[in-house]
Nanobody
């Protein structure tokens, strides 16, 4: 059974960093487009970053561009989200998802096939 599991969330001060991990089991992440999304209470899930299966091209939301980096370690079947210069408005539950049909970048949560359980990231001011 294909599954995703996030880890690495926590509480940090504004301006500091967190690295989230998204480990796959039961399938190979390298062959799937993987996206990181975040959600806060009362708001829809929004895309943060995405890495494509076809050519490892990446996409970043404007709000995180230049501060966040998405990467993949095929040997560990894991995708990472390095988050630097964090801001309090970045506090959210961060989830990774797999779009098993996409070849390129996928920015809509409705296109994703399955998700991990989520990891809470909290940034204090």
């Amino acid at each position: 059974q294909a599954q995703l599991a996030e880890s690495g969330g926590g509480l940090v001060q504004s301006g500091r960093s967190l690295r989230l991990s998204c480990r796959g089991s039961g399938f190979t992440l390298e062959y799937n487009t993987i996206g990181w999304f975040r959600q806060t209470p009362g708001k829809e899930r929004e895309v943060v970053a995405c890495i494509s299966s076809s050519d490892s091209s990446t996409y970043y939301a404007d709000s995180v561009k230049g501060r966040f980096t998405i990467s993949r370690d095929n040997a560990k079947n894991t995708v990472y989200l390095q988050m630097n210069s964090l801001k309090p408005e970045g506090s959210a539950v961060y989830c990774c998802g797999a779009d098993i049909e996409a070849m390129g970048i996928s920015r809509l949560s409705s296109e994703y096939s399955f998700w991990g359980q989520g990891a809470q990231g909290t940034v204090s001011s």
